[in-house]
Structures are given as C-alpha cells and as structure tokens.
C-alpha cells in the first residue's frame, strides 16, 4: 500500500466527528472511539478485497459454466431446503439478507426461466409463493457443480485443512456477533 493512501486512511481513522484525535481509551462497542491500528486497516482491507474478488469471481463462474448468478443460485438453495420447494417471498428476502424488491426481480427472472413459479399464498391473498420447479432443480444440481468447482479452486485449495477450521472458526464467531437484519 502506498504512503500516500495509507496517510489519508490513518487520517480517517484516527480523527473523531469533530476532527480531534480518537482516544486509546477502551470504550463500548457502541461508543468505541480508539483508532484501527495499521494491522486493523490491513485486515479490513484484506477482508473486504478478498470477499469482493471471491464473490465476482464465483459470480462469473456460475454465469459461465450454469447461467446464473450467485444471488439467483442463494434463492434455488433456499428454496430447495424448504418444505414442498416452497418459501413465501419475505421468508426469502430474509433468508438471502435481501430487499423484498430485490427479491422480487430475482423470481421475476427465475420464472422466465422457468426455474421457479409464483402461487398465491392460501391464507392471505395478498401474499406469494416462490416455488422451485424441477427445471429449477436441475439448474440447481448444474449450479451446485460449477459453484464446487469455483470454491475449490479459488478458496479452498488454496487453505492447508487447518486454515480452513480457523477460518471458519473467525467467520462463525463474526457471524455470530452481527444481526440478520438488513
């Protein structure tokens, strides 16, 4: 990393609202006013590099190789773990940490292929139905290939088995800690 962009990141992080340099004092998480160190900001931008590339990456890879991108492949999953094939579309937006409208085109979309069906919901007409078609899970089965095939070769052949644990074990404890809100 430059001296330049380190410098103006370092300012960034080291200044209050007001422009007064954070205090090393420990506080809450909610009122946290200590500076990232050097090592901090190399971790959040080895993390935030390394999830972008990944992610495009995997993306790219299911479009090539299965015709759809990763977001639509999160949905059939989904909707392949529900009972009957079947979530209501809140229920997915939740699932998938997406905006409802998201959502929305995204089934849009899968019902052009014919991957996925819309049903009214019985008990409130207002309500809809994303259900996963047998097209759809064979895509599924096509996706579920191409996506192993990326992992493998851009995440987890390049982690020893013991990297791997402890990955996990770091992404689970940051899991654990940030609500599925979005």
Known sequence: MSKKIQKSQEK?????????????????HLDDKRQLSNSEIDTWHAVLGATRKLFSQVDRDLMSQAGIPLFYHQILVH????????LRMNELSEATQSIPSSISHAISRLEEDGLVVRTHCPQDRRGWFAVLTELGSDRLAESNGALSRSLRRHLFDLLSEKQIVELTKTLGLINSEIPNEI
């Open 79 to 86: 909707l392949a773990g529900a009972p009957e094939h079947s």
């Open 12 to 28: 960034v992080h080291n200044c209050t609202d007001n422009g007064d340099r954070a205090s090393s004092t420990p506080g809450t």
